[in-house]
């Protein structure tokens, strides 16, 4: 059973400052993209970052670029997304994702062949 499993979501006041883990259970893993996507009330799943297996290649959304980083440490199977610079409008589920795929990371969702079940993050105004 593949499981990945999201954690260091919570509350924080706009400005601050969160750092996101997933740990994966299987290190072939290490090989593949791996991604965070954010889903708001009322909204679509959307793309927030993803990178390539050798955490050489990343890509991210506009509204994050600057603020947000994407990492990965294959030795312990898990990636990590920085937050920085946090407003409101970051509110969402957020969600690890892998995608069986050892090119160039994607943004779409259809992509991605494994899901976390997500950590709540609420940026207060």
């Known amino acids: 059973q593949v499981q990945l499993v999201e954690s260091g979501g919570g509350l924080v006041q706009t400005g601050g400052s969160l750092n996101l883990s997933c740990a994966a259970s299987?290190?072939?893993?290490?090989?593949?993209?791996m991604a965070w996507f954010r889903q708001a009330p009322g909204k679509e799943r959307e793309f927030v970052a993803a990178?390539?297996?050798?955490?050489?290649?990343?890509s991210y959304a506009d509204s994050v670029k600057g603020r947000f980083t994407i990492s990965r440490d294959n030795a312990k199977n898990a990636v990590y997304l920085q937050m920085n610079s946090l407003k409101p409008e970051d509110t969402a589920v957020y969600y690890c994702?892998?995608?069986?795929?050892?090119?160039?990371?994607?943004?779409?969702?259809?992509?991605?062949?494994?899901w976390g079940q997500g950590t709540q993050v609420t940026v207060s105004s």
């Open positions: 994702a892998v995608h069986k795929w050892a090119g160039v990371p994607r943004t779409q969702s259809r992509s991605y062949d494994y």
């Open positions: 299987r290190r072939t893993f290490s090989i593949y993209v």
């Open positions: 990178v390539s297996g050798s955490g050489i290649s990343t």
